[in-house]
């Protein structure tokens, strides 16, 4: 028999022909059931950023590549991704950039850890609030793990030339729709002078472009620009 107690009471009955009612009974020490042990609980540690390389298409859920910072509708784009202004300040700030404000982030060349949403124009959106978004698709920022400063911004200042078909200015090629949207002059930029701040990169040629005989072009890639007296 199981009693309330702590023990189990065992009832041993060693009855004789000569003492029928003689008995024995044997304490026995109580063991916890298995059942009742704690269990632990441990939670899954949060998964890894995956690393995007230069050129890899974007994608949801996190993530770690390396971008330019350039100006955007409601912020900053960092490689087709939307980021909030203040956010990004922060997260800058944080990894232990010394200038991280405003205009001064554009054009320096980050690596950023974040977890990315993909965003459709027009899904759920007011027509009257359509005009204040950017259209088709793209990514935002969700949550933002760390941003880390890779290169400061580029300065290059000079007079403005063309040479196959682009901008020209101390032996880099700027893209000519991107600064004359940047500058929005009205009048011929070609012998006026600027200074642009970016990133300088190069591109390498395919083999039925038109290139240098190195088969590379120097570009500058630009997030900010103003005209010079």
Request: some cysteine; glycine content about 10%; hydrophobic content about 40%.
């Amino acid at each position: 028999m199981v009693g309330a107690a702590s023990s189990i009471t065992a009832l041993l009955a060693c009855a004789s022909p000569q003492d029928p009612a003689s008995s024995v009974i044997v304490d026995l020490p109580h063991t916890p059931s298995a059942s009742a042990a704690p269990v632990a609980s441990a939670s899954a540690p949060a998964p890894p950023a995956k690393e995007l390389a230069e050129g890899v298409p974007l994608e949801e859920g996190r993530v770690r590549f390396v971008g330019m910072v350039r100006p955007t509708k409601g912020g900053f784009d960092v490689r087709g991704v939307t980021i909030d202004v203040g956010e990004l300040e922060a997260a800058c700030a944080r990894g232990g950039a010394r200038n991280a404000s405003g205009d001064a982030l554009l054009g320096a060349k980050l690596r950023i850890d974040a977890e990315l949403v993909r965003e459709e124009s027009g899904n759920g959106v007011e027509s009257h609030e359509r005009v204040q978004r950017r259209s088709g698709t793209w990514f935002r920022v969700a949550k933002m793990h760390h941003a880390e400063l890779v290169a400061p911004p580029q300065t290059v200042e000079g007079e403005l030339s063309r040479s196959k078909g682009l901008y020209a200015v101390e032996g880099r090629l700027v893209d000519t729709h991107e600064l004359d949207r940047m500058l929005a002059s009205k009048k011929e930029l070609v012998g006026r002078r600027v200074r642009l701040w970016g990133q300088p990169r190069t591109y390498v040629c395919g083999p039925n472009e038109q290139c240098l005989v190195e088969g590379s072009l120097p570009m500058f890639d630009v997030a900010r620009a103003e005209l010079l007296p």
